[in-house]
């Protein structure tokens, strides 16, 4: 069973950078779509940002411009750029990877988490 692994949350202060990175840990075929996701305390969860296998990438507005998905497809792995980070952006982000294994089926795999907290 893949896992993805995801690293670079934490604690930072308004203003400030982080830089998540999302990599399996097994294993992976034919990775199409990458992403990111986050949920905040009461909310549900909202897309952050993707990235497809071609670089067409995609943004929540309340991230635009702050925001910058990239992928290594050689290391398979994703990562999230984060600027100009607000006290709202404070929440739990999601590493999300999708596409076709050997018998063509869909995968979706999920990472477990990294808290993110915006906060002086």
């Known amino acids: 069973q893949v896992q993805l692994v995801e690293s670079g949350g934490g604690l930072v202060q308004p203003g400030g950078s982080l830089r998540l990175s999302c990599a399996p840990s097994g294993i992976i075929f034919s990775i199409n779509a990458m992403g990111w996701y986050r949920q905040a305390p009461g909310k549900e969860r909202e897309l952050v940002a993707t990235i497809t296998s071609s670089g067409s990438t995609n943004y929540a507005d309340s991230v635009k411009g702050r925001f910058t998905i990239s992928r290594d497809n050689a290391k398979n792995t994703v990562y999230l750029q984060m600027s100009s980070l607000k006290p709202e952006d404070t929440a739990v982000y999601y590493c999300?990877?999708?596409?076709?294994?050997?018998?063509?089926?869909?995968?979706?795999?999920w990472g477990q988490g990294t808290q993110v907290t915006v906060s002086s």
């Open positions: 999300d990877i999708k596409g076709y294994n050997h018998y063509g089926t869909l995968y979706d795999y």
